[in-house]
């Protein structure tokens, strides 16, 4: 706890309840509480801590019933609202009283002023009470977060339903039980940042209530289950720039839920799971790492629907070429809806593999785009290549080097494989381009250019 000077501390509070205090010579910031300090507040609530953040002051204050003197509810209730209502404060209950259905009806403050309220370690009983409460009304509430600790809630949410100001939704919840289910309300349409931890969201109506948050910028879900169910987060969000999403594993259900959706504005994708690894770099740039469920790429396609994305980058692990090969990981119709169907705008894609799979790439490469011949002419000439980023010396490597100067349906393309194998392009080379054979070919020199022209 801060220490705050006993003057100060009797300005904050007759300022505050209109009464004068005074401190006692005795006052020790350190071990005295609001309980102890002000005699008129000796009906204070145990434990629980007041922050005025505009004054920047935290003062735990306890003692409920000390001296064993009696308030009524009505009476205190009143004084705090004088006191609460008249500052933007942020409240905290960091442990549950024995009288925690009277705690949670005395902060339930209709038309005060807050702008942000964070709870913490808030039980079942007094988090219902106060979200559901008939006078839980919250015009100017801007921020609220919730961390929760026990048995799983239901719509513990519902009761925010007056707080048509709320940016910044914040949910924490940490249990060995179920994972518990929040709702979103339609009077939270200026919602702008949500995150998530081991909380599911739903609506009342489904999918067509989660459109309903049209101002949504930022979204993180960390969910701490098996499986990511449907719903989790809205359909169609025509603003949304960030989407994180951590999950033990990614399946079917995760895809279902995903691939309707439409996110035209999305600059920023992460998703993290024990299957699927996945980061942006900011603005332009998509990965996802897989080491298995690739044949479920098509899923992705949903989130490829973003025309901020310009460059897309499929990086595959591949640990034994004889037992998985690319060639049947990822079909050629899954390339060509990403490439042909959701992402004529992508200025680049690429494929990384490991060295023990650069032989079939190449097969698998021919195909896809022979097949996807009508389905690419909305890309530019330039943007589409096959690249190797990362081209160790292994079995595949003189393979896949011979099968890149064997030709094929490409579109012409100009690869460089310099010190390190990265890629660029130059058209001002097209027309002085060097053919490059297995006998000229070095892979030290940066000169080394590889002419790939589509039939």
Not at 21 to 43: D, K, N, Q
Not at 180 to 202: A, G
Not at 321 to 331: G, N, R
Request: charged letters at 20%.
């Amino acid at each position: 706890m801060k220490k705050v000077p006993p003057e100060v501390l009797a300005e904050i509070f007759t300022r505050y309840s209109g009464k004068s205090v005074v401190f006692p010579p005795t006052y020790e910031p350190s071990t005295w509480t609001l309980g102890h300090v002000c005699s008129r507040w000796r009906r204070v609530l145990w434990n629980f801590p007041v922050i005025w953040s505009n004054l920047q002051l935290r003062a735990p204050i306890y003692n409920f019933w000390r001296e064993q003197e009696t308030f009524s509810k009505e009476s205190t209730r009143q004084s705090l609202d004088y006191i609460l209502s008249r500052t933007n404060i942020l409240l905290s209950l960091s442990s549950v009283h024995e009288e925690v259905a009277f705690i949670s009806d005395i902060i339930i403050l209709q038309n005060h002023r807050f702008r942000i309220l964070e709870f913490y370690n808030i039980a079942t009983t007094t988090c219902s009470l106060f979200l559901d409460a008939p006078s839980a009304a919250f015009p100017n509430l801007e921020k609220f977060t919730m961390v929760i600790q026990g048995p799983p809630l239901t719509n513990a949410s519902s009761g925010l339903q007056m707080a048509p100001n709320l940016q910044n939704f914040f949910c924490h919840y940490f249990t060995d039980g179920p994972t518990p289910q929040l709702q979103f309300l339609p009077s939270w349409n200026k919602l702008t940042d949500i995150t998530l931890r081991n909380v599911i969201i739903t609506t009342r109506t489904a999918h067509t209530a989660l459109n309903q948050f049209p101002n949504l910028v930022t979204c993180r879900a960390v969910l701490v289950t098996d499986t990511v169910v449907t719903n989790t987060i809205p359909i169609i969000l025509p603003r949304l720039q960030s989407l994180h999403l951590e999950t033990k594993s990614l399946d079917l259900d995760w895809g279902t839920f995903l691939y309707p959706f439409a996110f035209p504005s999305l600059t920023s994708l992460r998703i993290d799971s024990s299957q699927i690894l996945g980061s942006l770099d900011p603005f332009t740039h998509l990965i996802i790492r897989s080491g298995c469920f690739l044949e479920k790429l098509a899923l992705v396609s949903g989130i490829l629907s973003s025309t901020a994305l310009q460059s897309f980058e499929l990086v595959h692990h591949i640990p034994d070429v004889e037992v998985l090969h690319l060639s049947y990981m990822i079909p050629a119709s899954v390339i060509r809806i990403i490439l042909g169907g959701l992402c004529p705008w992508l200025l680049d894609v690429a494929w990384t593999v490991d060295p023990e799979g650069f032989g079939d790439i190449m097969d698998w490469a021919d195909t896809c785009v022979a097949q996807s011949a009508s389905q690419l002419q909305n890309i530019n000439e330039k943007s589409f290549c096959i690249r190797i980023l990362r081209c160790l010396e292994g079995p595949g490597y003189s393979v896949a080097r011979r099968r890149y100067l064997a030709g094929g349906n490409f579109y012409r393309h100009w690869v460089r494989f310099d010190q390190g194998y990265r890629y660029y392009e130059d058209d001002e080379q097209e027309d002085g381009a060097l053919e490059v054979t297995d006998e000229n070919f070095d892979e030290t020199d940066e000169k080394t250019v590889l002419q790939l022209d589509l039939v």
